[in-house]
Structure formats: structure tokens, C-alpha cells
């Protein structure tokens, strides 16, 4: 089965650059998606296909996907962006959706 | 506007079957392309994906829980049904359900989230 790899933490201080990566075997050949949980609510996808934002999220939010990682990176870090963050893609060997283990970014 | 809602039992006991449902507004799931998943959550834990349907009545299950589980549909009631059998404690979770669109496979993603259900498995 297809493993997703993320630093358990990541901290940044308000106003700077947030990056969270994902691992994964030859990930820059899948399309990767981002999720933000914030604490007692459901996950919100932020990224689809490494890079496109829903409406209603932010231009601070941006995704890359090359050989081995993925990224998710945000810009001008606010308070509010304090959350855990999800990758996930689809392991097509097996058929399923996969999640990465998720980071908690904390903003000091 | 879409949105999904996820009922269900906040108690079971081990070795029960669960059944969730998940009431969709704002679409159907006899409109092409459309796609109904669930997801689970341990406390504390990180997201778990358990299972997919389409419109089209295609499914698809996590390898590891295939045994246990089974996603239905009923397109009269507008909802999406998920049952897992043989209930254990680790089971214990806040389960979601999502909307996706017509990507599949590789580019499937999962686009509107249900708020969640939480279960837990005691004696």
C-alpha cells in the first residue's frame, strides 16, 4: 500500500512562510490534495490537483508536487491558519484513497 | 448548495454491525460524475479513508476494512449507507462522509465534508 509521509509539526511565526511537505514514492507523478482541519470541525480542502484552490480559499495557499515530495506551502501566516494539515492521493494499485499521517501547524 | 449530514448510533457494543447513513441536499447521487465517501477519525488520530460510491453504482473500499465494510445507496431517500461488521473498540471514531466530483482514480479528492458522527464501540 502506497505510504504518505508528513512531519508530525511545523511552526512559523505570524507573518511568515509555512511549508508542510508529504512523502511518497514518486509522488510528483500523482495528483496530490490538501486538507486543513482545525480543532472540533471537519477537514476543508484547500489544495486539489497539487496546486488549484477551491473558492473561497486563500491566494496564501499554494501547492508543488516533484519527484519524491509534495508541498503545501502558506503565505503570510495568520493566526487563523493554525490547523492540522492532510495530503492525500490514490494509490491505484490498490484502488483507494490515501491519507498522510497530517501536521499540526502551529503559528507562535 | 451542497451539503451532507452523517447519523448513526453514538454507542455500539464489540462484535455489532454498524450502520451510518449519510443524507445528501443540495445534489443527488443520480446525477452523473457524482461520487459519496466516508472517513473515519480516531480520537487524537489522523484521517482514515474507508470507502467510496458512485453515481454509477461503482465502489470502492479501503484494503485493509474490505471484509467489514459495504457502501450502499439509496437514491429515493436521497442517502448513502455505510455498514461495518464485527465492531471492536479501535473502531472508535468520528466517522465522515464527503462529496466528490467526477474525477476518479488518480484524481479523486473529496470536495464538501459532512460535519461528522461520533461512534464509539463499548460494553
Known amino acids: 500500500s502506497y505510504v504518505l509521509t508528513q512531519p508530525p509539526s511545523v511552526s512559523v511565526a505570524p507573518g511568515k512562510t509555512a511549508r508542510i511537505t508529504c512523502g511518497g514514492n514518486n509522488i510528483g507523478s500523482k495528483s496530490v490534495h490538501w486538507y486543513q482541519q482545525k480543532p472540533g470541525q471537519a477537514p476543508v480542502l484547500v489544495i486539489y490537483?497539487?496546486?488549484d484552490r477551491p473558492s473561497g480559499i486563500p491566494e496564501r495557499f499554494s501547492g508543488s508536487n516533484s519527484g519524491n515530495t509534495a508541498t503545501l506551502t502558506i503565505s503570510r501566516v495568520e493566526a487563523g491558519d493554525e490547523a492540522d494539515y492532510y495530503c492525500?492521493?490514490?494509490?491505484?494499485?490498490?484502488?483507494?484513497?490515501?491519507f498522510g499521517g497530517g501536521t499540526q501547524l502551529t503559528v507562535l | 448548495q451542497i451539503s451532507l449530514k452523517e447519523s448513526g448510533p453514538p454507542l455500539v457494543k464489540p462484535t455489532q454491525t454498524l450502520t451510518l447513513t449519510c443524507t445528501l441536499s443540495g445534489f443527488s447521487l443520480t446525477t452523473s460524475g457524482v461520487g459519496v465517501g466516508w472517513i473515519r477519525q480516531p480520537p487524537g488520530k489522523a484521517l482514515e479513508w474507508l470507502a467510496l460510491i458512485y453515481w454509477d453504482d461503482d465502489k470502492r473500499y479501503s484494503p485493509s476494512l474490505k471484509s467489514r465494510l459495504t457502501i450502499t445507496k439509496d437514491t429515493s431517500k436521497n442517502q448513502v449507507v455505510l455498514t461495518m461488521t464485527n465492531m471492536d473498540p479501535v473502531d472508535t471514531a468520528t466517522y465522515y462522509c464527503a462529496h466528490s466530483g467526477p474525477s476518479r482514480g488518480d484524481y479523486y479528492y473529496m470536495d464538501v465534508w459532512g460535519k461528522g458522527t461520533t461512534v464509539t464501540v463499548s460494553s
Open positions: 492525500q492521493v490514490w494509490d491505484s494499485s490498490s484502488d483507494h484513497a490515501v
Open positions: 490537483f497539487e496546486s
